[in-house]
């Protein structure tokens, strides 16, 4: 790995010269040049320092971004129980990501676990049925085609109000599901 490079593909997108770099790494620019030149390299508390500098881990820094998995087909996805209904995992082991998307579906009059208060974001988008959304003393109903957005501080549950089975593309974030 060309450590200088890519310290240098860091610091350009977030549009930092190597003299601003340097002030606050409390390092010199010439220092800063000749590593991002591969001239020379950092011990570990300077890269470590380097790195919150410009906002990113050591291990996000060597993660291999050529073997990330961005694309998930069928083979990727598992299920599991969400009160009366499933939900589908979309992502596989998305409760490292900041978003976690899933489908739940739920059969007639079924409804999802009471989801508790958290620090977050839920969305959903309808993509069969209608549902019905409790939180708190409310409700909300949303039919194919529409989208919700909730956030995370009051409890709520979705409950299915079609003839049919209902599913909802439904993706929280920081994950939690």
Not at 69 to 74: A, E, L, M
Not at 100 to 119: D, K, W, Y
Request: aromatic share 8%; net charge negative; glycine share 6%.
């Amino acid at each position: 790995m060309e450590i200088g490079k890519k310290l240098k593909q860091i610091r350009l997108q977030r549009a930092l010269t190597q003299e601003e770099l340097a002030d606050r790494c409390e390092l010199t620019k010439g220092y800063i040049s000749q590593l991002e030149n591969d001239l020379c390299s950092p011990s570990i508390a300077t890269l470590v320092d380097i790195l919150e500098c410009l906002g990113i881990s050591l291990k996000e820094f060597f993660a291999d971004s050529e073997n990330e998995k961005v694309v998930f087909g069928q083979e990727d996805y598992f299920q599991s129980a969400n009160g009366d209904g499933t939900s589908t995992w979309l992502v596989p082991n998305s409760q490292k990501n900041d978003m976690e998307p899933i489908i739940l579906t739920l059969p007639q009059e079924g409804a999802s676990v009471v989801r508790e208060p958290f620090e977050g974001q839920e969305f959903g988008y309808v993509l069969q049925g209608k549902i019905k959304i409790v939180c708190e003393n409310r409700t909300y109903t949303v039919k194919k085609g529409e989208a919700f957005y909730l956030d995370g501080k009051r409890q709520h549950q979705l409950v299915n109000v079609a003839k049919n089975q209902s599913q909802v593309l439904w993706v929280a974030t920081p994950s939690n599901f």
